[in-house]
């Protein structure tokens, strides 16, 4: 089955500088992987997310890499702002009908 | 355009209750899913249901079970209430079974005290 794996758990970041979270995952087979924003007592957002014919997609400051050879991808955010201050999760698919989870990374935008 | 919506948002029971939980996908959506997000953690795969049968089922007792109706909205029972199961409960929609992208409702709050 599915095992997804996520780095760091926290990360603090000088605000304006760029943070990078890692995932790996182990189902070869796996073809989509989104990434989630979730803001403290609210419910996951889902920010970017990436299938496996691309290796890169962007969004204004957000991008996501995916290196299927590796089995890993990651989210990137550039010019990061205190509103970014969240917990970020990645996920991949487990046969047709769930997601599963990185355990999360708590990022902190120090002002 | 409505998105997916969970009622109740928060509610409290005891130990023994039960609970049920309900949901409304996004217009158009076939699929609905369940998840268990305990504090601290990631959401924990319970139930999907795709046209109101259940296509999976993650690693939670039989105390849990939910149903899909011809409307596609969706309810998740849980029996039995453990203190362990105090946890924010996730309904997800997507437009159809097969690993597309799932949109999440607000959540119910359930604490079991």
């Known amino acids: 089955g599915e095992n997804v794996e996520q780095h760091p758990s926290t990360l603090s970041v000088q605000e304006g500088d760029s943070a990078v979270i890692k995932c790996t995952y182990s189902?070869?087979?796996?073809?989509?992987f989104p990434w989630y924003k979730q803001e403290l007592g609210k419910r996951p957002q889902l920010i970017i997310d990436?299938?496996?014919n691309v290796g890169e997609k962007k969004d204004q400051r957000i991008a996501v890499t995916l290196n299927k050879t590796a089995k890993h991808f990651s989210l990137h955010i550039t010019e990061t702002q205190p509103e970014d201050s969240a917990v970020y999760f990645c996920?991949?698919?487990?046969?047709?009908?769930?997601?599963?989870w990185g355990a999360g990374t708590k990022l902190i935008i120090k002002p | 355009d409505a998105g997916v919506t969970q009622s109740p948002t928060h509610l409290i029971k005891t130990r023994g209750q039960h609970v049920t939980l309900r949901c409304s996908p996004i217009?158009?959506?076939?699929?609905v899913s369940w998840y268990q997000q305990v504090l601290g953690q990631g959401p924990q795969f319970i139930f999907q249901y795709y046209e109101k049968e259940e296509r999976g089922r993650g690693n939670f007792p039989d105390r849990f079970s939910a149903r899909q109706f011809p409307n596609y909205s969706s309810e998740l029972n849980v029996n039995a209430l453990l203190l362990g199961d105090s946890a924010l409960y996730l309904c997800?929609?997507?437009?159809?079974?097969?690993?597309?992208?799932?949109?999440f409702g607000e959540g119910s709050w359930l604490t079991v005290v």
């Open positions: 996920a991949a698919p487990h046969s047709n009908y769930q997601l599963i």
């Open positions: 189902d070869s087979a796996s073809n989509y």
């Open positions: 217009s158009g959506h076939k699929s």
């Open positions: 997800a929609s997507s437009l159809a079974q097969n690993r597309n992208t799932i949109y």
């Open positions: 990436i299938r496996s």
